[in-house]
């Protein structure tokens, strides 16, 4: 028996969808597109949803809004990409990573969609007669941006003036002060606007309940504390206008009591490009900087704050409606008068230049809750109701019934707060300072010596450079004192002569083995310093070298020490290894 003939696919010749575009719209292209598009189709009744994507930021925001469709077959959601953006790069990578449906610029029309969804306002509008939802993709409209067109400045989040006077197009506000803002700047879209509350904001309070989990995922610990830098994009923001902060921050804080990430922006990201973000934070991110992406992690990393330092962005807003100390390290001109962010210079504290460490734990300690409440009551309203709301207008606009359960905590079906995949690695090379205090207890503090930023010694301290063997910089580890080996190796135990005779100028050389740290001295003396295996072989190598050099009395086989390294409080034992020639009084 002769088979039915099989009408051609979309990837067949037989048909007639229109050619394949290059590049990742290909993929979907003329399945979801041309006359024929219907024939490939298993739900061919689901109602088109078109989101629009300009720019990285803008197709962030639009992903995270189209949740509230997820599971729902009557939608079926495509994507078009404009490309005329100075910021574009990475945001077609960004489609096509998700497997969106990306279908050509030139072919937004033929879908025939239902309702047009976007995050950016500069995409054009005037041609789709269905209605038009313009989500923001940062807070309200909190600052002047240039306007590629005109060489003018106009308020960010606004769409062109040509659009104005369209009764279609609907903006979504988070607070209605923005509906009044738009009114006195005299846009028509004030009257089509629709007060939603902030989606974003929400689910980064319903995401505070995995604060430890986020915390835990960065490799923050329980007694450290995370400060986080977040800057706009521009000359004015934080990085634009004060770029060796973060290497700063690293040098000041302890290492074993802070951990610093950054949030930059992605028109930081993609109008400089990702390699060159990393080359210029090259410093900072050998000394642990925890560099989150610009498609995820940045709400994770706010999360799991304990201060925050920024700018007149979104994200530094963000970070004061969790709660979170904030001190501002820029404000730039573009900056709106009279705005939530206004508000927020009004009761944020600036950092200056000098003493970060101590304008840093001074903003935690005193920090009073609510401090910054009436800027994020000015920029948020209907506070943990911004999913539901933004599900009923979508489906309303559709002319649907939202699905049954598909909200049961205001958040519509928005996906939790993404976990944080950082950029950077742990820090391998440490300017140690060491101090003893009474007869018996030693204090190290540990600085990441790649931000090159270290502070001084205390008053009586003691310091030096320990170095792992992995260090990427010759010159930390030809200047270093202790060098050090990360793991035992297999039990070689001749590394420590061998480290030595590699790096002449080196005082002592560590390596963690059972029980402790044992550590070589340069006049041939050995120490087993005993403490739990948490204990790191560069913070056990420390507590020896201090006490040697403030002539701590080491005393028959065991001498007991106390320690303290950041939050952390522990014991050490040091133990001359037996053989070892007698004390002769050498000192580092």
């Known amino acids: 028996m002769t088979p039915p003939a099989t009408p051609a696919g979309p990837d067949q010749s037989r048909g007639t969808a229109p050619s394949a575009p290059a590049g990742a719209a290909a993929r979907y292209a003329r399945a979801n597109c041309g006359p024929e598009a219907h024939r490939w189709q298993t739900f061919p009744d689901a109602t088109v949803v078109l989101a629009l994507a300009r720019t990285f930021t803008s197709a962030v925001r639009v992903l995270e809004a189209l949740a509230v469709f997820r599971g729902d077959t009557r939608v079926r959601v ?39 969804v976007t995050a950016t306002e500069n995409a054009d509008l005037d041609s789709f007669a269905c209605p ?55 846009v028509p879209l004030a009257e089509h606007a629709q007060v939603v509350g902030d989606p974003a904001h929400d689910r980064l309070v319903s995401g505070a309940r995995l604060r430890d989990h986020y915390r835990s995922h960065l490799g923050v610990g329980p007694d450290q504390r995370l400060v986080v830098a977040t800057s706009t994009w521009g000359p004015g923001g934080l990085l634009g206008s004060r770029p060796r902060l973060p ?23 993609f109008a400089h490009s990702p390699w060159q973000v990393r080359h210029m934070l090259a410093d900072a991110l050998d000394a642990g900087l925890l560099l989150m992406p610009p498609e995820a992690g940045w709400g994770a990393a706010l999360v799991s704050a304990d201060c925050v330092i920024g700018d007149h962005g979104s994200v530094t807003l963000y970070g004061a409606a969790l709660d979170h100390p904030v001190l501002l390290g820029a404000l730039g001109e573009e900056s709106v008068p009279g705005t939530a962010v206004s508000e927020l210079v009004r009761t944020a504290p600036w950092l200056g230049g000098e003493g970060l460490r101590a304008q840093v734990e001074r903003a935690i300690d005193t920090h ?14 209907h506070k943990g109701q911004g999913g539901h709301r933004l599900t009923s207008l979508l489906y309303r606009l559709l002319e649907l019934d939202p699905p049954e359960g598909a ?57 030096h450079l320990a170095v792992y063997e992995t260090e990427r910089r010759h010159g930390l580890v030809s200047a270093a004192s202790v060098i050090c080996r990360a793991s035992d190796g297999g039990r070689d135990e001749g590394w420590l002569e061998r480290a030595l005779e590699r790096h002449a100028g080196a005082f002592a050389s560590a390596a963690p083995v059972s029980g402790g740290t044992l550590v070589l001295l340069r006049d041939g003396r050995r120490f087993l310093v005993r403490t739990d295996p948490e204990t790191e072989p560069v913070l056990a190598a420390a507590v020896l070298y201090t006490a040697l050099r ?21 014991a050490c034992v040091l133990t001359p290894v037996e053989g070892a020639p007698p004390d002769r009084g050498a000192r580092p």
């Not at 306007?147 to 606004?158: A, K, P």
């Not at 290497?247 to 990201?269: C, I, M, T």
């Not at 976990?419 to 140690?432: I, K, L, T």
């Open 78 to 116: 495509l994507f078009a990409f404009d490309g005329t953006s100075a910021f574009n790069a990475g945001t077609e990578a960004l489609l096509e990573g998700v497997e969106a449906g990306l279908i050509p610029w030139s072919e937004r029309l033929s879908v025939e969609p239902g309702l047009v």
């Open 132 to 186: 038009v939802v313009v989500l923001p993709h940062g807070i309200g409209f909190q600052k002047y941006v240039p306007d590629h067109r005109t060489r003018e400045v106009r308020l960010s989040g606004v769409p062109r003036p040509e659009f104005h006077h369209a009764d279609n197009i609907h903006l979504v506000l988070s607070h209605p002060a923005q509906r009044e803002q738009l009114r006195a700047a005299r």
């Open 247 to 269: 290497g700063a921050l690293l040098g000041a804080l302890p290492h074993d009591g802070y951990r610093v990430a950054a949030v930059v922006h992605p028109n930081v990201w």
């Open 368 to 381: 009073v809750p609510g401090r910054h409440r009436r800027a994020v009551d000015l920029a948020f309203a």
């Open 407 to 463: 909200d049961v905590d205001g958040t519509g079906r928005a996906l939790p707060v993404p976990e944080p995949d950082p950029s950077g690695h742990p820090p391998r090379a440490f300017e140690v300072h060491g101090t003893v205090e009474g007869s018996d207890e030693v204090v190290i503090e540990r600085f990441p010596a790649a931000t090159r930023a270290v502070p001084s010694p205390p008053r009586g301290g003691i310091r």
């Open 550 to 570: 403030a002539r701590v009395r080491i005393d028959g086989p065991d001498t007991g020490l106390k320690v303290r390294s950041g939050a952390r409080r522990w």
